[in-house]
């Protein structure tokens, strides 16, 4: 256990609150978040982790843009429902890189637990993504990535990063309750183009 993970650990947990209310300072926050973990991760010799928080950092200001102009007219985004070819493809997507780098961090790093440290990263970076997109589907992926990643962040010692993970299992409920209730009070097309009604249009989300 280190200061650094005990920061980084305590930022993880504001920015991914923060995105289950919507809010777009969960971005920015990330973005601290992931430079710091790594970090962490380099030391402790989980290459896929670290070398996917690099990613991740990119993905946090695409996230903040998309949220702010990637809707329709280049208005806020809406939460909407993932087509299911497009949820086959990008699952498809995350286990092809799952099967890629773990094979690769396997032959020729010390990578520790290469498949499972790449299934977390591979897939953590189909779930950014779905995020970025305010796909409702993100928090069910996030849920079955944060499973294994308690498993894997204890087994190296990484107690808070592990906790957090817990934590993090906690707020996917949350997020997919909150987003679910912003899809029904905004209207919010769906992702195949057809308007959903709003609950009650005076209404507003919480």
């Not at 980084?8 to 971005?27: C, D, F, H, K, Q």
């Not at 030391?43 to 200001?61: K, S, T």
């Not at 993970?165 to 707020?171: D, E, M, R």
Request: hydrophobic share 55%.
């Amino acid at each position: 256990m280190s200061t650094l993970e005990i920061v980084a650990a305590l930022l993880g947990l504001v920015s991914v609150w923060l995105n289950t209310r919507e809010n777009v300072w969960g971005w920015p926050v990330g973005a601290v978040m992931v430079a710091l973990y790594i970090v962490v991760f380099a030391r402790v010799q989980l290459y896929a982790d670290a070398g996917l928080q690099a990613v991740f950092f990119v993905l946090q200001f695409y996230g903040w843009y998309e949220w702010l102009h990637g809707g329709r007219a280049r208005t806020r985004l809406l939460v909407t429902r993932t087509p299911p070819q497009l949820l086959l493809a990008l699952l498809a997507t995350g286990a092809a890189g799952t099967l890629l780098l773990g094979t690769l961090l396997g032959r020729h790093t010390d990578q520790a637990l290469p498949f499972w440290d790449s299934g977390i990263a591979a897939f953590s970076l189909v779930a950014q993504w779905m995020m970025a997109r305010k796909l409702l589907e993100s928090w069910t992926l996030w849920f079955a990535i944060d499973v294994v990643a308690v498993g894997v962040y204890w087994s190296k010692a990484l107690h808070p990063t592990a906790a957090l993970y817990a934590v993090f299992l906690a707020l996917c409920v949350v997020g997919w309750r909150d987003w679910s209730r912003s899809m029904r009070v905004h209207g919010a097309p769906d992702a195949m183009g057809e308007h959903v009604a709003p609950v009650d249009a005076g209404s507003t989300a919480s």
